[in-house]
């Protein structure tokens, strides 16, 4: 037995060491994930962010008192949950103020060039952001995000970078104010960086080069929704072009290119499950070596009665684990870092430092409530507190919690649409999945260093 990731997580230290009841009977953590790698198995305690490697038939079991005090091994009647509740808890309590908002979602447009049948935006009002209110939010990003002073100057305070996301509708069908907000805060001497999420059909090789060299963008996110005839069936863009397709792939070449990181979004129903497989194949000797692109998985949620929803969730789980594969197989995976934080945000929504900010100058905390849940607007410092901590509102655990091994870093909020009815396997199983290709990563990180 080795352990793998040793130094000292900030939740490690909030749990601290198991006493041992000699007399008790004990039994394994709900909350261990275990991975195989070439060397025997990984185990990783998703609440503490220890990891350690065990050669092929060893067990914790074989390491009772280690493994107690490591809380890998705990009593019988032990309620995981409860105590990983109490820890994260204690984790809010303790995290430093927000002293100021650093990370912007901003809606450029609500329109789109994409009639896609499962948006769940359709029926909302079409609004671009004027030029005035792009630059109106640029000030107001300046005032707020803690760089610079009340007289305009920088700060000598160690403030982290602004964040930008650029969503909408389409955020480059509007993206004109992406350049005002941009050069506005590079005038400014802001440090910032951005990231997209786009259907990419204007994000040409010209485009791609100014969104690196002028917007700072890091990463963008494009969903392709299976081969050229389904995904243009999807989509039903609105501009005539013969292949859009063809033309989004070229696009996510040119990023590539560039240095932008593309995550490939395949989402998934009944319908296009298999089609999906066959766009991972096609697509594959295109992007292979390109660059940093990386694809990823997600079921479609129903909320308009358009989905074409699978039978049965085992049917969903199956289809879901062969793309999966597929995506491993090809290379493509979100081998992203093993993360050992124990967060205490879901996301933006529940988060002080975190504000959507829309196309007329109005401010949300989640970027999927367009036109409600205005916490006030870019213009004045008043904010709808009552409305601000309504978001921070946790659900209660569904039954599929008890005893998932994922339980100690997933919670949902209670307003958040997306997961507010029950927890599909298939979800359950790409967050094992994604956390078990991280160990593995993980893993093989700390052999080179030891090497
Ligand atoms: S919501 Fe799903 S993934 Fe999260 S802890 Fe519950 S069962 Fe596990
Ligand atoms: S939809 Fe849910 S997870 Fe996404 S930003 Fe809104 S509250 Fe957060």
């Known amino acids: 037995m080795k352990e793998i990731l040793a130094e000292t997580s900030p939740a490690k230290m909030l749990c601290g060491a198991q006493k041992i009841i000699q007399d008790k009977s004990y039994r394994r953590s709900s909350h261990i994930v275990s991975a195989q790698c070439e060397d025997g198995t990984l185990?990783?305690?998703t609440l503490t962010g220890a990891m350690y490697l065990f050669d092929n038939g060893e067990t914790p079991e074989d390491h009772r008192d280690y493994f107690i005090k490591n809380r890998f091994l705990v009593p019988e009647d032990f309620d995981d949950n409860a105590y990983a509740d109490g820890i994260r808890t204690a984790a809010r309590v303790l995290q430093p103020k927000h002293r100021h908002i650093t990370s912007f979602t901003i809606l450029t447009?609500?329109?789109c060039n994409a009639r896609c049948f499962y948006c769940y935006e359709m029926g909302r009002k079409r609004v671009n952001m004027s030029a005035q209110t792009a630059l109106d939010c640029a000030k107001y990003i300046a005032r707020v995000c803690g760089q610079l002073t009340d007289k305009g100057e920088k700060t000598t305070e160690?403030?982290?970078?602004?964040?930008?996301?650029?969503?909408g509708g389409e955020p480059l069908y509007n993206a004109e104010v992406i350049d005002i907000i941009t050069s506005y805060l590079a005038q400014k001497d802001i440090a910032f960086e951005s990231i997209i999420t786009t259907n990419g059909l204007y994000l040409d090789a010209d485009t791609a080069?100014?969104?690196?060299r002028d917007w700072h963008l890091k990463s963008a996110q494009i969903t392709i929704d299976g081969t050229k005839d389904v995904y243009n069936r999807t989509k039903a863009y609105i501009d005539k072009y013969d292949d859009p397709h063809e033309i989004v792939l070229t696009n996510i070449e040119n990023a590539l290119k560039e240095g932008i990181r593309i995550f490939v979004r395949l989402n998934m129903d009944s319908k296009n499950a298999d089609d999906l497989i066959r766009a991972v194949d096609n697509m594959t000797p295109r992007l292979k070596g390109k660059g940093d692109c990386r694809f990823l998985v997600a079921m479609l949620r129903e909320f308009k009665g358009k989905i074409n929803e699978?039978?049965?969730?085992?049917a969903a789980a199956e289809k879901c684990v062969a793309l999966l594969k597929k995506i491993e197989e090809a290379g493509f995976d979100r081998e992203l870092k093993l993360d050992r934080e124990l967060h205490v945000n879901r996301c933006m929504a529940d988060n002080d430092g975190a504000q959507v900010l829309l196309p007329e100058g109005l401010i949300g905390k989640c970027e999927h409530f367009s036109e409600t849940e205005i916490i006030g607007d870019?213009?004045?410092?008043?904010?709808?507190?009552?409305?601000?901590?309504?978001w921070k509102k946790t659900l209660p655990p569904f039954s599929e919690c008890e005893g998932c091994p994922v339980y100690p870093r997933c919670y949902n909020l209670a307003k958040c649409d997306w997961t507010k009815d029950a927890?599909?396997?298939?979800?359950?199983?790409?967050?094992?999945?994604?956390?078990?290709?991280q160990m593995q990563r993980a893993y093989n990180d700390y052999k080179s260093a030891s090497n």
């Open 109 to 111: 447009t609500t329109d």
């Open 43 to 45: 185990l990783f305690h």
């Open 158 to 167: 160690t403030v982290s970078p602004v964040k930008l996301s650029w969503f």
């Open 423 to 437: 927890c599909p396997q298939s979800v359950k199983l790409i967050r094992i999945y994604n956390l078990q290709r």
């Open 378 to 390: 870019i213009y004045s410092p008043e904010r709808d507190v009552k409305l601000i901590e309504s």
């Open 209 to 212: 080069k100014k969104a690196r």
């Open 310 to 314: 699978f039978d049965t969730e085992e």
